[in-house]
């Protein structure tokens, strides 16, 4: 089969020779150099879209993707959700009440947001239904003034099924004097939930009609509408489209304005550890660039002969930028075919070794997450492939424009 000369001579230089097995050993060093750089680039970030996931499904499971809320406390919230739904975007409307304050028991005070929330529905925009680990979320009975708690809120007060906290909200006084005056409402813990996440600490829910009571409404009035979304990314588009239609009575929110800083925080650090381990590929194409020269000083000979006989210094040029294309070109599909595999089965690895060590690596007690959760992305695969593939090709560069500049006459010199 025909092959140019230069590709040729370029494939040859990349096998052992008897008289440069050293270099051969180098170039073996450079391709594992890029496939270990590859490997790790995908392993790890697969690891971040992993616990990025994890993280939004916990999260953004459990706090609004989306809200339309009154102005004024709703009278009639049906409207609203009835406007929301017919949104594409939209997968349930439901209703919502939040109030920001305090939980004191035996002396101990912790910040709080309170949802009001109805039982019956909650499960269509919220995973909280799920992860209740102790109670009921249908326990919620308007009139009764139960709560549901976070593990954490537990754990801190060491309360149980049955015991009484104390909310305290602030309240405008409508005194002449004016000023915020507390308001102080026994709540009766009637489940606990646990979604692994800073929530389990901060967040609580009762009944939305003893959440109106609380806040001296009527027992029909609510804050707004809670939308659960199809795609998280459109909130503040869809959001804002609902509101636009509904007029200045309604205003809209969306979890971006709630948690988009921990997410664009997420966001930057996988950034950043991406390019942390991009250098990783920069070095092993450094030592193709070392591999190179050293072949360029040791066939100044042989590239002084085809000078002789005909080749062009392009054609020199193209033969060393072959040979080091193909230790990127082999390092980097190895590293990625191992990358891919490694990404797929490093959640059971791991969990094989926390059974054959019997220590937990990610304990529940330390860690929100309690395993390494890996999701495998193709364009984080093809965007790591494109990049060993560009630093391999622009280290053959200069050695093999070293290589073009040999003057057959001073390499024969000594021969």
Same mark, same amino acid.
Request: neutral net charge.
């Given at each position: ?50 616990? &990025? ?59 709080? &947001? =309170? ?69 102080? &409402? ?24 003893? *959440? ?26 869809? @959001? ?18 709630? &948690?988009? @800083? ?19 590929? *920069? ?11 050293? =072949? ?69 007690? =330390? ?6 959760? @890996? ?41």
């Amino acid at each position: 089969m025909f092959r140019p000369l230069s590709i040729f001579i370029g494939t040859r230089y990349t096998r052992a020779k008897r008289r440069n097995h050293f270099i051969s050993f180098i170039s073996m060093t450079s391709m594992i150099g890029l496939a270990l750089g590859v490997l790790a680039m995908i392993v790890v970030l697969s690891v971040m879209n992993g616990f &990025q996931q994890e993280m939004s499904t916990r999260i953004l499971g459990m706090v609004p993707h989306a809200v339309i809320a009154g102005v004024t406390p709703l009278d009639d919230w049906k409207p609203a959700a009835a406007a929301a739904m017919k949104n594409p975007e939209v997968t349930a409307a439901v209703t919502f009440t939040e109030m920001e304050g305090m939980f004191s028991y035996k002396g101990s005070m912790q910040p709080i &947001q =309170v949802s009001g929330v109805d039982p019956a529905l909650e499960h269509e925009v919220s995973i909280v239904a799920q992860h209740i680990t102790q109670g009921r979320l249908e326990d919620l009975k308007a009139g009764e003034f139960g709560v549901v708690i976070g593990e954490i809120t537990a754990r801190r007060f060491r309360l149980n099924i049955g015991d009484k906290v104390t909310l305290i909200v602030p309240e405008a006084s409508t005194t002449a004097a004016g000023g915020i005056t507390p308001r102080l &409402q026994r709540l009766t813990v009637v489940g606990v939930f646990k979604v692994g996440a800073e929530l389990d600490g901060t967040m609580a829910l009762i009944n939305a009609a003893d *959440a109106a009571q609380i806040q001296h409404w009527q027992p029909n009035q609510v804050q707004g509408v809670r939308l659960a979304l199809k795609d998280l990314y459109t909130a503040p588009q869809v @959001s804002a489209s609902i509101v636009a239609g509904l007029g200045a009575d309604y205003r809209a929110d969306d979890w971006t304005h709630t &948690q988009g @800083s921990l997410f664009s925080a997420m966001k930057m650090e996988k950034t950043m550890i991406g390019l942390l381990l991009l250098m990783i590929v *920069a070095v092993a194409a450094f030592n193709i660039i070392a591999t190179l020269i050293m =072949v360029v000083n040791d066939k100044g000979a042989d590239i002084a002969i085809l000078r002789t006989i005909g080749a062009t210094p392009g054609q020199i040029m193209t033969i060393f930028m072959v040979q080091g294309t193909v230790i990127g070109i082999v390092g980097t599909l190895i590293g990625g075919v191992l990358g891919v595999i490694a990404a797929i089965n490093v959640s059971a690895m791991v969990g094989w070794m926390e059974r054959v060590s019997g220590q937990h690596i990610f304990s529940s007690d =330390v860690y929100f997450v309690n395993n390494l959760p @890996s999701q495998l992305q193709g364009g984080d695969v093809l965007l790591i492939c494109s990049a060993g593939f560009i630093l391999s090709f622009l280290a053959t560069l200069y050695p093999a424009w070293r290589a073009a500049q040999i003057q057959p006459a001073h390499a024969l010199r000594y021969e």
